[in-house]
């Protein structure tokens, strides 16, 4: 499989779930990214992991909680979420966090009920 | 902070030229980008122009920049059904480490 790939592409939970998103990419990349999409807003860039090192969090609340055991991986643990976390979920990858391009996974479409 | 401006939405017919604006606010921008996001797909980089350059060309694409006013467009000749997407304009200051700021996105519907 090549790019970045996400799982799972929906996802409906209860506020008092857990649950978590995974992202992979296949390109070699050494950055990785969490970016929040909602309706109607600038997409909002979440989480910065670069060489697995989280270099930027911006100021999420602790109920989203991101995990880079390696380059290639990144998950995004979820708990005690509210109606207000539904959005797209979109995770990035690029070669470095100075690089130009960005490649993006399809998302993951959550739903907290 | 940066801040980047968009419309929400543009239609146009088969053909037709398409055009989608930007504003952006931070005069420190180094690079600029046009995405576009297919229905189901994430987004996927169409082009980006520096900030020392006005205008740039690549097949149907024409970005142009207008420093000054801090306006960005994207110019889709020949528009197809094809180019039914959203598309973003973003924004970044080149350096050691890059953030890049999205706007919201113009939905770009395509009448046949």
Redesign the interface.
Same mark, same amino acid.
């Given at each position: 499989e090549t790019g970045?790939t996400q799982t799972p592409r929906h996802l409906v939970m209860g506020m008092t779930n857990k649950k978590s998103l995974k992202c992979e990419q296949h390109l070699g990349h050494n950055a990785m990214y969490w970016?929040k999409q909602s309706a109607?807003?600038?997409?909002e860039?979440m989480f910065?992991y670069?060489f697995k090192e989280q270099?930027?969090n911006n100021s999420v609340p602790s109920r989203f909680s991101p995990e880079c055991p390696n380059s290639s991986h990144l998950f995004l643990h979820l708990h005690t979420l509210q109606p207000e976390d539904s959005a797209l979920y979109?995770?990035?990858s690029s070669q470095e966090?100075?690089?130009?391009?960005? *490649? *993006?996974?399809?998302?993951t479409r959550l739903t907290v009920l | 902070g940066e801040d980047v401006e968009q419309s929400l939405f543009l239609s146009v017919r088969e053909g037709d030229s398409s055009v989608i604006n930007c504003t952006y606010t931070d005069s420190s921008s180094t690079y600029l980008y046009w995405y576009k996001q297919e229905p189901g797909a994430g987004l996927q980089l169409l082009t980006y122009i520096f900030s020392n350059m006005d205008m740039k060309q690549d097949q149907r694409l024409t970005v142009l920049l207008n420093k000054k006013d801090k306006h960005l467009s994207l110019r889709i000749a020949d528009t197809q059904t094809g180019d039914s997407a959203i598309y973003f304009c973003a924004e970044s200051i080149a350096g050691g480490y890059q953030k890049v700021t999205f706007g919201t996105g113009t939905k770009l519907q395509v009448i046949p």
């Open positions: 970045v970016y109607k807003k600038p997409l860039l910065v670069n270099t930027e979109l995770c990035a966090t100075g690089d130009n391009e960005q *490649f *993006f996974g399809p998302g | -």
